[in-house]
């Protein structure tokens, strides 16, 4: 049992899982630093408040607390937008290089009519 278990950790699913475990909670704390950090800071100046969780009006004296979805969704798009933005720069390292398109010379060209005028039927006179 032990080897079975030895196997399925080191040749599989799991060690990769694991890796990428950590390298998601690591770029979330990234994430969530320019989140809070920097855009909530241009927000902050915008709006002259760095969140909006305070705003709240009352329904028979209970706090109805608006401000808190508005700073959820504030957050939502501010970090989706910068996803899209690592995921298109990432994108785009790993994009193939095209290979330049080969010149064609007076030789292919007259080569490729050749061919072209042999696939005809012969004219009927």
């Known amino acids: 049992m032990w080897k079975e278990f030895r196997d399925f950790i080191i040749k599989g699913n799991a060690l990769e ?15 969530t630093a320019l989140n809070e950090g920097v855009l909530m800071a241009i927000v902050a100046a915008i709006f002259g408040k760095p969140d909006f969780d305070a705003l709240s009006f009352s329904l028979n004296g209970t706090p109805i607390m608006y401000g808190r979805v508005i700073t ?12 899209f933005a690592v ?38 006179v």
């Open 72 to 83: 959820a969704a504030v957050n939502l798009v501010l970090v989706g937008l910068v996803l």
């Open 17 to 31: 899982l694991a890796i990428g475990v950590i390298l998601a909670v690591s770029f979330g704390a990234v994430i």
């Open 87 to 124: 995921v298109k720069g990432v994108q785009r390292l790993k994009a193939p290089k095209r290979a330049a398109a080969p010149v064609e010379t007076d030789h292919d060209l007259l080569a490729q009519i050749r061919d072209e005028l042999r696939r005809r039927p012969a004219p009927t």
